[in-house]
Every structure is written in C-alpha cells, then in structure tokens.
C-alpha cells in the first residue's frame, strides 16, 4: 500500500470519525428532549377540575365517577334506574345524560 493510499484511508477514518460524532451527539439531545418533557412540571389534578360540586337527582347512588380530559363521567342509580352522566370539569353542566337499560 503506498503513502498515498494510506493518507486517503486515514482521511476516511477521521471523517467517519467526525460524522459518528455529530449523529452521537444528535441522538444525545433527542433523548434529553425526551426526558425533559416527560419530567417537566405539570398541572396537578385538582388545577383542571374547579368543580366544588356535582348535581345528581336526589337518593342517587354513584357507582363510579372517571374524569376524562375536560369532563367528569358519573354513573349512578336512582330507584333501580342506572344511568351514565357526561358533566362539564369546568362549568359543572350536564353535557350529556345516556340511561343504562338491559335487553
């Protein structure tokens, strides 16, 4: 092998050298990226939902009560009726009201 072809393989090596550096270092900042939004500060729970009370009709027995996102699902039975109230997390309207009933 001659000087010459020696001195072109080096000058591959120090650049291939050079290019996993730069792609190191871009995948570096991708994971810190990653990391910093899933450990930043975030709203607690009770800053989303203002609600000081939720109306349901009287004797009202709530089964289960799930916030999603920006609404409160409540199920609950009245007098052997059950159904599944959609309540605003915000205001405390009643969205949508879906009765449960058997086949």
């Not at 730069?22 to 939004?37: D, P, S, T």
């Not at 409160?72 to 159904?83: C, D, L, N, P, R």
């Amino acid at each position: 092998m001659t000087d010459e072809a020696r001195a072109v393989i080096g000058k591959a090596r120090r650049s291939f050298g050079f290019s996993m550096s730069i792609l190191i270092l871009g995948f570096m900042a991708i994971v810190l990226a990653l990391v910093y939004r899933a450990t930043k500060d975030r709203e607690s729970a009770d800053d989303l939902y203002v609600l000081e009370s939720i109306v349901l009709p009287n004797g009202a027995e709530v089964i289960s009560m799930i916030p999603v996102r920006d609404v409160i699902a409540v199920t609950y039975s009245v007098e052997g009726q059950t159904a599944l109230r959609m309540i605003s997390a915000e205001t405390g309207e009643i969205l949508k009201e879906i009765p449960v009933v058997g086949e």
